[in-house]
Antibody, heavy 116, light 112 residues
Framework: EVQLVESGGGLVQPGGSLRLSCAASGFTFSSYWMRWVRQAPGKGLEWVAS????????YYVDSVKGRFTVSRDNAENSLYLQMNSLRAEDTAVYYC??????????WGQGTMVTVS | DIVMTQSPLSLPVTPGEPASISCRSSQSLLHSKGYNSLDWYLQKPGQSPQLLIY???NRASGVPDRFSGSGSGSDFTLKITRVEAEDVGVYYCMQSLRAPITFGQGTRLEIK
């Protein structure tokens, strides 16, 4: 079964750090761009970061540049989001998603990050 | 940044009736290769988003044919020919032409 499973969310104090993981299975992980998308409580979707198949290109939304780092380990079929200097406004459910030319067709169930 | 504007933001619909959601972008989403970098997603209550339409008008795998996407450039529409109870949720358009990727505000479809 093709799936993505996020983990690593939790409660953290402002200024703290957290590392999210996304485990991929059922497809050739190394062949796809991947992205992180978040959703603050009661709000809409916000793109956070994207990473190329080999990790050689990375893009971030301005609000997280310099604080968040997206990475991947193709040997482990895993995507990561290292989040430092966390702020209250980073509180959200974080989703990882597979990227194809035909949209983000696979999404994880999300992991909740609370900064308080 | 490309701004995505959806309307309406709330859409009450009677089952069996059609529904339409508009999505407009502040810049053309037409890629140099001839396709529109515009997707539609549905987030059902308590669930992750799911892909409905990609590249403006292509139904994703498993999506019922009552859903269709149309438009080009900066003006797009998602249509549902006959709304069913399972269609409730928030619909988002998203552009992926250039970073930062941006979403519309979302349109909440509810059953009357």
């Amino acid at each position: 079964e093709v799936q993505l499973v996020e983990s690593g969310g939790g409660l953290v104090q402002p200024g703290g750090s957290l590392r999210l993981s996304c485990a991929a299975s059922g497809f050739t992980f190394s062949s796809y761009w991947m992205r992180w998308v978040r959703q603050a409580p009661g709000k809409g979707l916000e793109w956070v970061a994207s990473i190329k198949q080999d990790g050689g290109e990375k893009y971030y939304v301005d609000s997280v540049k310099g604080r968040f780092t997206v990475s991947r380990d193709n040997a482990e079929n895993s995507l990561y989001l290292q989040m430092n200097s966390l702020r209250a406004e980073d509180t959200a459910v974080y989703y990882c998603a597979r990227v194809t030319q035909g949209g983000s067709d696979i999404w994880g169930q999300g992991t909740m990050v609370t900064v308080s | 940044d490309i701004v995505m504007t959806q309307s309406p933001l709330s859409l009450p619909v009677t089952p069996g009736e059609p529904a339409s959601i508009s999505c407009r972008s502040s810049q053309s989403l037409l890629h140099s290769k001839g396709y529109n970098s515009l997707d539609w997603y549905l987030q059902k209550p308590g669930q992750s988003p799911q892909l409905l339409i990609y590249l403006g008008s292509n139904r994703a795998s498993g999506v019922p044919d009552r859903f269709s996407g149309s438009g080009s450039g900066s003006d797009f529409t998602l249509k549902i020919t006959r709304v069913e109870a399972e269609d409730v949720g928030v619909y988002y358009c998203m552009q992926s032409l250039r970073a930062p990727i941006t979403f519309g505000q979302g349109t909440r479809l509810e059953i009357k």
